[in-house]
């Protein structure tokens, strides 16, 4: 059974950059599937920030593009987020997640398996 | 990209159906069958639930089903059970090839 296990510090200053890392246990990362990041601002909805394929190709939410870098970590079954330049409006619960795989052989746009999430807050 | 539009609550008493919608435009919701559904409960992982509008993935119980009119999305929770209880964010494929979920609706099972 796979499982997704976020983490990272919980206080980030202002300015500086947001590092995480997702921990996925109970699969390779290399042999398949698309993975992501999403986020969840206090009081406010999902935002997805990007995906990265096993081999990986990324895509990136066009509002977040510029600071972010999504990356794979083969060696640890990883893969890691870097958001730059971070404040208060990045303060948030940062979800790792993989894309869903139909059985009939596509990647659907949605995500089966989920972590806990992990709390970042933006604050000097 | 704007952030799809959902009610913010909707409630219902147990053994009651329930919809949730979704709005879109045309550059996400309404252009193409790739509306998701999510159930997060507080301090859970959020569950998968809906995908392609109206597919189930294996293990997720036939009473919630997924639809789509024009525009706008739609979840559908028969049977009400207490367990439903808990926040619903759709998602939706964009013109732009990235991913846009809603602001989330709040279901209380009355």
């Known amino acids: 059974q796979v499982q997704l296990q976020e983490s990272g510090p919980g206080l980030v200053k202002p300015s500086e950059t947001l590092s995480l890392t997702c921990a996925v246990s109970g699969y390779s990362i290399t042999s398949g599937y698309y993975w992501g990041w999403i986020r969840q601002p206090p009081g406010k909805g999902l935002e997805w920030i990007g995906t990265i394929y096993h081999s990986g190709s990324t895509s990136y939410n066009p509002s977040l593009k510029s600071r972010v870098t999504i990356s794979i970590d083969t060696s640890n079954n990883q893969f890691s987020l870097k958001l730059t330049s971070v404040t208060a409006a990045d303060t948030a619960v940062y979800f790792c997640?993989?894309?869903?795989?139909?059985?009939?052989?596509?990647?659907?746009?949605?995500?089966?398996?989920w972590g806990q999430g992990t709390m970042v807050t933006v604050s000097s | 990209q704007s952030a799809l539009t959902q009610p913010a609550s909707v409630s219902g008493s147990p053994g009651q159906s329930i919809t949730i919608s979704c709005t879109g435009t045309s550059s996400d919701v309404g252009g193409y069958n790739y509306v998701s559904w999510y159930q997060l409960h507080p301090g859970k992982a959020p569950k998968f639930m809906i995908y392609d509008v109206s597919k189930r993935p294996s293990g997720v119980s036939n009473r919630f089903s997924g639809s789509k009119s024009g525009n706008t999305a739609s979840l559908t929770i028969s049977g009400l059970q207490a367990e439903d209880e808990a926040d619903y964010y759709c998602s939706s494929y964009t013109s732009s090839s990235t991913l846009v979920f809603g602001g989330g609706t709040k279901l209380t099972v009355l």
């Open positions: 997640a993989r894309r869903y795989f139909d059985s009939s052989g596509y990647y659907p746009d949605a995500f089966d398996v």
